[in-house]
């Protein structure tokens, strides 16, 4: 979880850990609302709701940061934002 929180600061997101769950939580401003990240460790993934489900192996908390952030932007675009 700690890299990943590394890659994710780097990408400009805002992170936090959770002290009652292993988990982290995103979100691309203060004012947006968090995506909870945890670690499945039966699957060694990241995991994160979307569209069901959302995965990322733990070997590559780069890509994983990568993908995360993609979400976030888009999630949180307004209208007219999306591209």
């Keep these: 979880m700690t890299e990943l929180?590394?890659?994710l600061a780097k990408l400009g997101v805002k992170v936090g850990?959770?002290?009652a769950r292993p988990a982290l939580?995103?979100?691309g401003a203060l004012a947006e609302r968090k995506l909870w990240i945890e670690v499945d460790l039966s699957?060694?993934?990241f995991v994160w709701p979307y569209d069901g489900?959302?995965?990322h192996g733990l070997d590559d908390p780069a890509g994983a940061a990568a993908q995360i952030?993609?979400?976030l932007r888009l999630r949180d675009a307004g209208p007219g934002d999306r591209s």
């Design 69 to 71: 952030a993609e979400y």
């Design 53 to 55: 489900q959302a995965r």
């Design 5 to 7: 929180c590394r890659e």
């Design 43 to 45: 699957g060694g993934t």
């Design 17 to 19: 850990l959770s002290d």
């Design 25 to 27: 939580s995103a979100r």
